[in-house]
């Protein structure tokens, strides 16, 4: 059973960052695939990104793709989300998640196995 606890969400500004951490503990975070969702209110919980085991191979939505970075630390448990030029559309609960899949491409919600609390991140226009 893996727990998982985020941090690093707040209030930004439109066009500011954000570096969110995702820490993994009870189960060999190495053997995981990670992935960072996100949901609106009102909407359905999206996928942002994902990064395979090793860390070589990343995947990220459209929306995001050149602004965030996803990055892991496995000697730490901890997997990042590095969010850059941060536009009021990004606004939601952002949850990291786990998966025992080595396959880092599902944008499905239901192909992670486990999952973090969330935490908000609001951004002003």
């Known amino acids: 059973q893996v727990q998982l606890v985020e941090s690093g969400g707040g209030l930004v500004q439109a066009g500011g960052s954000l570096r969110l951490s995702c820490a993994a503990s009870g189960g060999t975070f190495s053997s995981y695939a990670m992935g960072w969702f996100r949901q609106a209110p009102g909407k359905e919980r999206e996928f942002v990104a994902s990064i395979s085991w090793s860390g070589s191979s990343t995947y990220y939505a459209s929306s995001v793709k050149g602004r965030f970075t996803i990055s892991r630390d496995n000697a730490k448990n901890t997997v990042y989300l590095q969010m850059s030029n941060l536009k009021p559309e990004d606004t939601a609960v952002y949850y990291c998640?786990?998966?025992?899949?080595?396959?880092?491409?599902?944008?499905?919600?239901?192909?992670?196995?486990?999952w973090g609390q969330g935490t908000q991140v609001t951004v002003s226009s």
């Open positions: 998640a786990a998966t025992s899949r080595s396959y880092i491409y599902y944008t499905q919600p239901s192909r992670y196995n486990y």
